[in-house]
């Protein structure tokens, strides 16, 4: 036996058959992986891959906590709009990491791009570390970010087509919570390095290096992650799938797959070719699935406007309103975080139990009419720093599981070909929109002094989720407990 054959997880990729409608497989991938129990295997898997939601809630926390310090001497003496504007880079490096690898990730596979997108996050937050001044910290910014959206992409389609369908829904939201498992260690770290027990020329600087170790360690786990097997089948290595498979329900079964249930249904016909074209990727979205993309929009949209809109400027609001001082931010930013993480890991189980559709709904329904309830109590003096605080950890707590929602949705209502790059046209999309719309917008409103402009707002916040609980209602898709094939047929399938 080759070493290739012993160790399924690291064997090279034999070249892809030339595409033909004679070269035809029928494969049991998809079932196969689908009835396994849940192992401590699938906890391994999820270890090494799940870990990209929180750095960049690590990031993120910890850039927008130490944003004083970088505009002090200790720092790097940027002005606001000069960290506002690397906050940016950012975002745009987020933005076109996501498009560039999720278009590789369909192409060359999961594997692959899930340890290139780290590498880049990693590399380049230690270089951040580094930074002498605007120039460079801005670069070092748009490379972390590029990783990062590139990550989302390889890892969610990664997971999706690892994990089994009865379980799906739960484990994607947890994942995508522990955005905000970042974002709390980011807030803990962030207090720490403001108390002045290290210095400050050299403190935030050791910010960006716990993220980068976390990356580099996290990327030894991950020589240990197969590559996706439904891929594999897409491209003709089917019998490395069938390697990667058997491998997993060893693992899974600890060495009894005898005990697994039978299969059942029909094999998967497919119809092998090395990559698909863009002008079809784009026909699919536009056209056979055009009314999947305007939901994945709508709901991708709506929670990026809301989570940018009201956490990422909630510590301005509570300086510009309340007079709470630079320090005690982190403190008030800290509940947010903790709830946006426990709602997925607490209603997540039942995206899978009640079902999407219904779930999904009511999470988006209930966050916009909650934050619409806060309105006119904020917009009359009526709560304090604390009170609208508690109000907003309340709405968090819904809300994050709507979040994840979007993304768990993108990753399985479009086909196998497309999934990668269909999740970073989404992401993109959502970013560019609310991700970059709602900080200007928000920024312009807390400006102004008027908690009734900051009011309006939060009500454009709340319309889109309520826009989104209607799509939802009106063209969601159930996917709860089904195969990703069955949800949609893969492009080659016959």
Not at 264 to 289: A, C, W, Y
Not at 367 to 372: N, P, Y
Not at 395 to 415: K, R
């Amino acid at each position: 036996m080759s070493s290739a054959q012993r160790n399924p997880v690291t064997a090279p990729y034999p070249e892809s058959p030339t595409p033909s409608r004679k070269n035809k497989i029928e494969t049991d991938i998809p079932q196969r992986l689908d009835r396994l129990p849940w192992s401590s295997w699938h906890v391994r898997i999820l270890a090494s891959l799940g870990t990209s939601w929180l750095l960049d809630g690590l990031e993120v926390t910890l850039v927008g906590s130490l944003s004083g310090i970088l505009e002090s001497k200790s720092g790097l003496r940027l002005t606001a709009a000069q960290v506002t504007g690397a906050a940016t880079t950012y975002l745009a490096g987020a933005v076109l990491g996501a498009l560039v690898f999720g278009y590789l990730t369909d192409r060359l596979g999961r594997r692959r791009l899930f340890l290139a997108t780290l590498a880049t996050y990693s590399c380049a937050t230690v270089a951040s570390a580094f930074s002498q001044g605007l120039f460079t910290f801005s670069i070092f910014r748009f490379f972390t970010g590029f990783g990062i959206g590139g990550e989302y992409a390889a890892i969610n389609s990664a997971v999706d087509e690892l994990i089994p369908g009865k379980v799906r829904g739960t484990v994607d939201l947890v994942v995508n919570g522990t955005f905000w498992l970042g974002a709390t260690a980011g807030s803990l770290a962030a207090m720490f390095l403001l108390a002045g027990y290290l210095p400050q020329n050299t403190g935030w600087r050791y910010a960006f290096g716990i993220g980068g170790s976390l990356g580099l360690g996290v990327l030894v786990l991950r020589l240990f992650v197969p590559e996706s097997p439904r891929w594999l089948m897409l491209r003709g290595h089917e019998k490395q799938a069938g390697r990667v498979v058997a491998d997993i329900e060893q693992r899974a079964t600890h060495g009894n797959p005898g005990q697994l249930p039978l299969l059942s249904g029909d094999k998967l016909k497919i119809v092998v070719r090395d990559h698909t074209p863009l002008q079809e990727i784009f026909r699919n979205m536009t056209g056979e699935n055009r009314e999947r993309s305007l939901l994945a929009l709508v709901l991708m949209v709506g929670q990026a406007f809301f989570f940018n809109a009201v956490f990422f400027s909630y510590g301005l609001v509570v300086k510009r309103f309340f007079h709470v001082p630079n320090k005690a931010l982190p403190m008030h930013l800290l509940p947010f975080a903790l709830a946006s993480f426990l709602g997925p890991l607490t209603l997540g189980r039942l995206f899978d139990k009640i079902g999407r559709k219904p779930m999904i709904t009511a999470c988006y329904a209930a966050s916009g009419l909650l934050l619409v309830a806060m309105i006119f109590p904020f917009a009359h003096g009526w709560l304090g720093a604390w009170g609208t605080g508690a109000f907003l950890t309340v709405i968090f707590f819904i809300a994050s599981p709507a979040a994840s929602a979007a993304y768990l949705t993108v990753s399985e209502i479009f086909p196998l070909e497309l999934r990668a790059f269909a999740i970073a046209i989404f992401y993109a999309s959502g970013t560019l929109l609310g991700g970059v719309g709602a900080p200007v917008l928000f920024g312009e409103l807390i400006a102004s002094n008027s908690r009734g402009m900051l009011a309006i707002g939060y009500g454009i916040a709340a319309f889109l989720m309520l826009l989104g609980a209607g799509f939802e209602h009106k063209i969601g898709i159930e996917a709860a407990g089904k195969s990703l094939e069955s949800i949609s047929k893969p492009l080659q399938s016959e």
